[in-house]
């Protein structure tokens, strides 16, 4: 039935610019594209630590004017979007770069929504709300990641609901995604782990889910793969550019597979950890990717040895339980070595229950989970 559903509702693949100073095409992708003042929507450390400075170097040296919105903060919220929707109205804008992690990239989706529908974000949130094609938009991801480069979604916060909320159109793809993985060396250590785990839940909780199909489940493979190869040595030393453009492939990969599979609890309770608290969304991920897993084993077992190869953990000799046990608990030996925390020392007992009946809500409107969880078994 998935696949049907996917070709009723195709969602397209970005154009892939992937290597080694690709940011510098910049300029000529947007003029292909048919872009002429573009809204740059990035973060105000990208601007301090020079990052942007790449992409407005390459516009500068092809005479194109921009208009530069830094504001981004994690986990964008609704006021902010409308803000730089503001911006690109205000500034004469007809195109959009995305330069940043998931948060500038969400951003910059949502704006790029409200411009083409001319109405606030918020009246966007949903399924299937946008339904036309974006203005030129290309995503320059610097983290890996979120995978937001290669998806339909943009996660956005409403402050006074302290809630997440997601559009989700396939017209949100990127028409371009410029993966350039020189743009992560500064990533600190402790960003490279929680967002190199995020790309692992996204590759993870599509492969395991009720709706992979054989196209995703070959994407979230091959990020299993390069992840368990690369997120330590990328951990390690943060100039290690080849662990960087494989982690920088992976998190693309992985969005391209949970994007047409979806997602599953670890996402729907992080969700939570991340709009009542602020968890950054990659640490929330990594701390509850173990209990998912365990919690899932006997409804996820073949998948999870099929895992446990792509992770290079087990081989063919191994029965399939063995296997299985050995995803997980690699799983749980690579949290540990990225020193990725145990817990959550921001949740208070008296959210438990609300946080669980939103987590369990998200999840079983949303996600095609391999083992539904209720309400208790969610607050436990
Ligand atoms: P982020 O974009 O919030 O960035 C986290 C921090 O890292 C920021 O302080 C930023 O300045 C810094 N940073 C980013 N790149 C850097 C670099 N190269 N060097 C130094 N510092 C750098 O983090 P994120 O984890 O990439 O994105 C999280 C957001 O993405 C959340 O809101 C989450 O819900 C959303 N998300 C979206 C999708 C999607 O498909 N749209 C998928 C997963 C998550």
Redesign the pocket.
């Known amino acids: 039935i998935r696949e049907q559903v996917n070709k009723l509702v195709p969602i397209p693949l970005p154009k892939l610019i992937e290597g080694k100073g690709a940011i510098s095409q910049t300029a000529q992708v947007l003029t292909e594209l048919g872009g002429v003042k573009p809204l740059i929507v990035t973060?105000a450390?990208?601007v301090k630590?020079g990052?942007a400075k790449h992409l407005t170097d390459a516009l500068d040296a092809a005479n194109i004017a921009y208009s530069l919105f830094d504001e981004v903060t994690?986990?964008?919220t609704l006021p902010l979007i409308a803000n730089g929707w503001q911006r690109y109205k205000q500034d004469g804008c007809d195109s959009v770069i995305a330069l940043?992690?998931?948060?500038?990239?969400?951003c910059a989706k949502a704006i790029a929504a409200a411009a083409v529908k001319n109405v606030d974000a918020r009246k966007l949130v949903g399924l299937l709300r946008v339904r036309k094609a974006l203005p030129p938009f290309i995503a320059i991801p610097?983290?890996a990641?979120?995978?937001?480069e290669a998806?339909v979604?943009?996660?956005v916060t409403d402050p006074e609901k302290k809630q997440?909320f997601t559009i989700v159109d396939p017209s949100l793809v990127p028409a371009v995604a410029i993966v350039d993985p020189l743009?992560?060396l500064?990533?600190?250590a402790k960003?490279t782990a929680?967002?190199g785990i995020?790309a692992l839940t996204h590759a993870v909780e599509s492969y395991i889910g009720c709706y992979a199909t054989e196209q995703t489940k070959a994407y979230g493979y091959d990020a299993v793969k390069r992840i368990f190869a690369n997120l330590p040595k990328a951990y390690a030393d943060g100039s290690d550019i080849e662990a960087r453009r494989q982690m920088s492939i992976a998190s693309f990969n992985a969005?391209v597979a949970f994007?047409r599979a979806s997602i599953g609890y670890v996402h729907a309770i992080a969700?939570q950890m991340?709009g009542y608290y602020h968890v950054?969304?990659?640490l929330a991920n990594a701390v509850l990717l173990p209990h998912i897993l365990d919690f899932s084993f006997e409804n996820a077992l073949c998948r999870y040895a099929e895992l446990a190869i792509a992770a290079g953990l087990a081989n063919s000799e191994d029965s399939q339980v063995e296997a299985a046990h050995k995803f997980v608990a690699g799983v749980k030996a690579l949290n540990k070595t990225l020193n990725i925390q145990a817990g959550f020392p921001e949740l208070k007992a008296n959210d438990i229950p609300e946080l669980a009946k939103r987590a369990v809500r998200e999840a079983y409107c949303d996600y095609p989970v391999p083992k539904l969880m209720n309400r208790a078994q969610c607050e436990a």
């Open positions: 973060d450390m990208l630590l990052i994690p986990d964008p940043g992690g998931g948060s500038p990239m969400d610097t983290t990641g979120t995978g937001s998806t979604v943009a996660v997440k743009l992560m500064g990533l600190p960003i929680e967002t995020d969005g994007t969700h991340g950054p969304h990659g």
